[in-house]
Each structure stands twice: as C-alpha cells, then as structure tokens.
C-alpha cells in the first residue's frame, strides 16, 4: 500500500507562480512512476505531467509544456509541480498518482484545489 498527501494548492492570480508537493508513504520501493493530473468542474480528469521514478524523464500535457515542470526528490519521497505563468483555465483540482510496477497498481492522492483568478 502507498499513500500519497498533496499539499501547496490555493489561489493565485494569472501570471503567478505555485508549487504543489506529493509526499508519498508506505511500501514505495516498487514505484515506477509518478504523475500529476487534473480535473476542472465538468471535465474529465487529465494528465499534467508525469516523471518516471528512476530515470527521472519527464513528459508533459501541451498545455503544461513551458510552463509545469515535475520533479522528485527520492530521499524525501516526494513529487513536486512547480507551476509557473498560470492561467485561470489551470484552476482545477490536482491529483498525484504513483504506479507500483511490482504490483500493477495505481495509487491517488485526495486532491488539492488549485484556483488562478484572472
């Protein structure tokens, strides 16, 4: 089992900056990969961009290339999404998830809201 606390959401004006955290707990010797996602109110929820565990390469939704960059920091075992030019179309709630290659499982955390005013 692995459980996974977001942190760092809020509001923020356009053109402003957030860093969000995922700090990940539990069995995570086996985890292979990590992502961000997001859902808006009325939308289907949708990748950010993800990080693969060991190698550390990233790739990204369009719409946060340029702009979101997904790091980790294994020692601390935490995920982070550094959020940077926001735009009101970014607020929604954001999710981190992380894939156990041993097991096949997929893990989410509870979500952190994220609101960019214009």
């Known amino acids: 089992q692995v459980q996974l606390v977001e942190s760092g959401g809020g509001l923020v004006q356009a053109g402003g900056s957030l860093r969000l955290s995922c700090a990940f707990s539990?069995?995570?010797?086996?985890?292979?990969?990590m992502g961000w996602y997001r859902q808006a109110p009325g939308k289907q929820r949708e990748l950010v961009g993800r990080?693969?565990?060991?190698?550390?390469?990233?790739n990204y939704a369009d719409s946060a290339k340029g702009r979101f960059t997904v790091s980790r920091d294994s020692a601390k075992s935490t995920m982070y999404l550094e959020m940077n030019s926001l735009k009101p179309g970014d607020s929604a709630v954001y999710y981190c998830?992380?894939?156990?290659?041993?097991?096949?499982?997929?893990?989410w955390g509870q979500g952190t809201q994220v609101t960019v005013s214009s």
């Open positions: 539990g069995t995570t010797d086996s985890i292979s990969a």
């Open positions: 990080i693969h565990s060991s190698s550390g390469m990233t």
């Open positions: 998830n992380v894939f156990d290659g041993r097991f096949s499982r997929l893990y």
